[in-house]
């Protein structure tokens, strides 16, 4: 059910892109309290992307979930900051995120929806 999109500037070789992958789909799925095989994470590298005039790193990210709920967004935002600077070096304040929380109709899977 979680959907964690990352999308960064930074150039990032494809050991340390899978490492980094499997450390956000850890990290949502214990932050969600969700099991992690539902847990999926996508990873857009090296994006043209300019953020307060400058090219330097930053990150972009979109969590979706079914039942996110407003009063845990603080401290996913906080996990996901220091993810992406301890993984890719990003500034927490050169990170935007969006989170979202799908009504369980508009959530498709295994061709059905939840």
């Known amino acids: ?21 499997n450390s ?25 992307m300019l953020f307060s005039g400058t090219s330097a ?11 996110l709920e407003e009063t845990t967004t603080a401290a996913l935002s906080a996990q996901l900051c220091t993810l992406m600077q301890t993984q890719l070096g990003v500034d927490p304040g050169r990170i935007y995120i969006e989170f979202a929380a799908p009504e369980r109709p508009m959530w498709g899977w295994n061709s059905a929806t939840f």
Do not use: D, F, R
């Open 1 to 21: 059910m979680p959907y964690l999109h990352i999308e960064t500037n930074v150039e990032i070789n494809s050991n340390k892109a899978q490492a980094m992958l």
């Open 57 to 67: 790193p930053l990150a972009y990210l979109e969590l979706k979930s079914l039942g």
């Open 24 to 48: 956000a789909s850890q990290t949502v799925a214990t932050a969600l309290k969700k099991p992690e095989k539902y847990v999926m994470v996508s990873l857009k590298q090296q994006a043209t």
